[in-house]
């Protein structure tokens, strides 16, 4: 019985792409291994069977577009095992308590917030695996300003609707250790205007005094610039 294009897409989805997803969020696979699985997929997409060939009218990475972009919806799996992976990140910058968290802070990244964590040669495979998706979280993440405490005025991104969302002329070398908490009048709860305006060139003292502060003393937090509710999915990644 000869399945339709319908159910080929079914079963590729629901089943071939689904398959390996518990191990996609927690190891990151071979290279070989995602491309493999990817030519089984688009043979099957295309009838091939057994060692005969068939002609792939279109590539994979069309057909992994989404459909609203000429695609099927297909996952590319290198890809989609990067954002599992950039999922279980977003889950320890913001679930302090886990069992997850406190072992791999305790271990990799003890002096340091988890953005600015780094690989090296002896780390576990499971550590390389999440910082394999660490340029997916820092490229769609933002601090969020509360008390202004956590974040680097210079080199963390703090500011919305604005190129880069970080300072892009560099201040001075006094500046470079500042944190945002010296930019704000914790008393009366905006932004000290005269020392914005003497360190930072005219648009940035804009987008910086456009910046909401909290009437409430809250720490900083980290959204995701690519949904709107500042949630980091799978999907956006």
């Known amino acids: 019985m000869m399945l339709s294009r319908s159910g080929k897409e079914v079963l590729i989805k629901v089943v071939a792409q689904s398959i390996p997803t518990y191990t996609m969020g927690v190891f990151l696979l071979p290279v070989k291994l995602c ?6 997929c688009a043979r099957f997409w295309w009838g091939q069977v057994g060692n005969e060939r068939k002609i792939h009218l279109k590539s994979w990475d069309s057909l992994s577009q989404p459909k609203n972009e000429g ?16 999922k279980q990140g977003w889950r320890m910058m913001h679930d302090h308590e886990s069992f997850l968290f406190k072992c791999l802070k305790a271990r990799y990244f003890p002096q340091c917030h988890f953005l600015d964590s780094v690989d090296s040669s002896n780390n576990s495979y499971v550590w390389k695996s999440i910082m394999s998706a660490m340029p997916i979280l820092r490229s769609g993440c933002y601090w969020r300003v509360g008390n202004g ?18 300072i892009l002329h560099p201040v001075n070398e006094e500046g470079e250790e500042w944190r945002v908490s010296d930019l704000i009048d914790l008393d009366l709860h905006w932004w000290r205007q005269d020392i914005i305006m003497e360190r930072f060139n005219r648009d940035e003292v804009e987008a910086i005094c456009r910046i909401p502060l909290s009437r409430r003393y809250v720490p900083d937090s980290i959204v995701w610039l690519h949904n709107k509710n500042g949630v980091y999915s799978v999907r956006s990644g």
């Open 149 to 166: 405490e956590s974040i680097r005025v210079s080199t963390d991104k703090w500011i919305p609707n604005y190129p880069s969302n970080k």
């Open 35 to 40: 491309d493999k699985l990817n030519a089984l």
């Open 71 to 86: 695609g099927m919806g297909f996952h590319d799996l290198r890809l989609f095992n990067l954002a599992m992976l950039a």
